[in-house]
């Protein structure tokens, strides 16, 4: 996984998915994802027009050793990855090393997070194939009190980019 800042966004490559997080107006961050070679260059969602924030990232080295290893063992198993922390005013995204997203409030409660399955490490509960487990929908605006999830006619297909407001209180699709 690659994870680096482009253009006032914070871009993470993993494989064939790519996914932005960027500031979106104040108190809130615009996520969009694909499995395609390039982002969709149409907005679709969230058209209008936000006050520009800067990203403020920070990135730690953490240990991601796991806990059953002692001593000998301990030193020829450890492991360490990067937690990257962006916060754009009230609403904070911390990006796990396996690229988990958690979204807290300014309060550090916990608003949301992704749970999803891989095979990327197999010593605790995985999927049995390696397809990984989050999501890809494309969700699309009918109103503005409903929102409807297009899914893709065959998982072989490919999907259209995900867009989603979170803001530091509430999870808005759009």
């Known amino acids: 996984m690659r994870v680096y800042e482009e253009n006032n966004r914070l871009v993470i490559a993993d494989g064939t998915l790519t996914l932005w997080l960027e500031p979106w107006g104040e108190n809130s961050f615009r996520v969009r994802m694909t499995k395609e070679a390039q982002m969709d260059a149409h907005d679709w969602a969230l058209t209008e027009e936000v006050k520009m924030c800067p990203l403020q990232v920070e990135c730690k080295e953490v240990d991601t050793t796991d806990p059953w290893y002692k001593g000998e063992e301990f030193a020829k198993y450890h492991q360490t990855g990067k937690v990257y922390t962006v916060k754009n005013g009230k609403i904070t995204a911390v990006i796990s090393p396996e690229g988990w997203i958690s979204y807290y409030n300014q309060?550090?409660?916990?608003?949301?997070?992704?749970?999803?399955?891989?095979?990327?490490?197999?010593?605790?509960?995985?999927?049995?194939?390696?397809?990984?487990?989050?999501?890809?929908?494309?969700?699309?605006r009918l109103s503005a009190d409903v929102a409807k999830v297009m899914v893709p006619p065959s998982t072989t297909s490919t999907v259209s980019p995900v867009s989603t407001r979170l803001t530091g209180s509430t999870r808005q699709n759009v």
């Not at 409660?109 to 390696?130: A, F, S």
């Open 107 to 140: 309060k550090g409660e916990l608003l949301t997070e992704e749970y999803w399955r891989n095979r990327n490490r197999i010593n605790r509960y995985c999927v049995p194939l390696r397809i990984d487990a989050r999501a890809k929908l494309a969700v699309t």
